[in-house]
T-cell receptor, first 115, second 118 residues
Framework: AQKVTQAQTEISVVEKEDVTLDCVYE???????LFWYKQPPSGELVFLIR??????QNEISGRYSWNFQKSTSSFNFTITASQVVDSAVYFC????????????FGTGTSLTVIP | GAVVSQHPSWVICKSGTSVKIECRSL??????MFWYRQFPKQSLMLMAT?????????EQGVEKDKFLINHASLTLSTLTVTSAHPEDSSFYIC??????????????FGNGTRLTVT
């Protein structure tokens, strides 16, 4: 089965706090890609990062960092020193390589950063 | 970067009428585009894969006669919601990949269309 689980439906943090958004995935494919997208209130989905299954190096981009752990099938996303503009719904997605064009999205985590 | 434009951003229509939504790739060609539907506070559900020059591929449970998809050119796909009903009210969002043959190519999304059927 191909599945992405984002157990946290809603999270609220106070500005400048760090926050981690969890993503757990299931796939039988040995090769796959993982993505994170941000959906602000305006609605469009913004691509944030991709990671392939062979690259477990963590990545940092400014205040964003991603922790990919294949052993636990997790691809968590941390925002450091959160800002109000980070308020959005964040989606984790899985793209196995043997399922054609299908992307599997989690149900999203709604993050609210309180000023 | 790759830009996908969707029009209109929002539309209100009466029951029984049809609504057309356009999805354009502005700076790249896309033989394949994807149409998603998103209910409030839920994830994206793939409705269909739009293929340039051929019929769309619909996901299970999606009525092809209800949601007509046309991919007339390498930069334009349209979704027509026919005989719309209030239950069709939703957020529809299209996407495309910049590099279609590359599995790691992310989806680039349009800004979405919020459809309200009264």
């Amino acid at each position: 089965a191909q599945k992405v689980t984002q157990a946290q439906t809603e999270i609220s943090v106070v500005e400048k706090e760090d926050v981690t958004l969890d993503c757990v995935y299931e796939t039988r494919d040995t090769t796959y890609y993982l993505f994170w997208y941000k959906q602000p209130p305006s609605g469009e989905l913004v691509f944030l990062i991709r990671r392939n299954s062979f690259d477990e190096q963590n990545e940092i981009s400014g205040r964003y960092s991603w922790n990919f752990q294949k052993s636990t099938s997790s691809f968590n996303f941390t925002i450091t020193a959160s800002q109000v503009v980070d308020s959005a719904v964040y989606f984790c997605a899985l793209r196995p390589t043997n399922t054609g064009n299908q992307f599997y999205f989690g149900t999203g985590t709604s993050l609210t950063v309180i000023p | 970067g790759a830009v996908v434009s969707q029009h209109p951003s929002w539309v209100i229509c009466k029951s029984g009428t049809s609504v057309k939504i356009e999805c354009r790739s502005l700076d790249f060609q896309a033989t394949t585009m994807f149409w998603y539907r998103q209910f409030p506070k839920q994830s994206l559900m793939l409705m269909a894969t739009s293929n340039e020059g051929s019929k769309a591929t619909y996901e299970q449970g999606v009525e092809k006669d209800k949601f007509l998809i046309n991919h007339a050119s390498l930069t334009l796909s349209t979704l027509t919601v026919t005989s719309a009903h209030p239950e069709d009210s939703s957020f529809y969002i299209c996407s495309a990949r910049l590099h279609e043959i590359s599995y790691n190519s992310p989806l680039h999304f349009g800004n979405g269309t919020r459809l309200t059927v009264t």
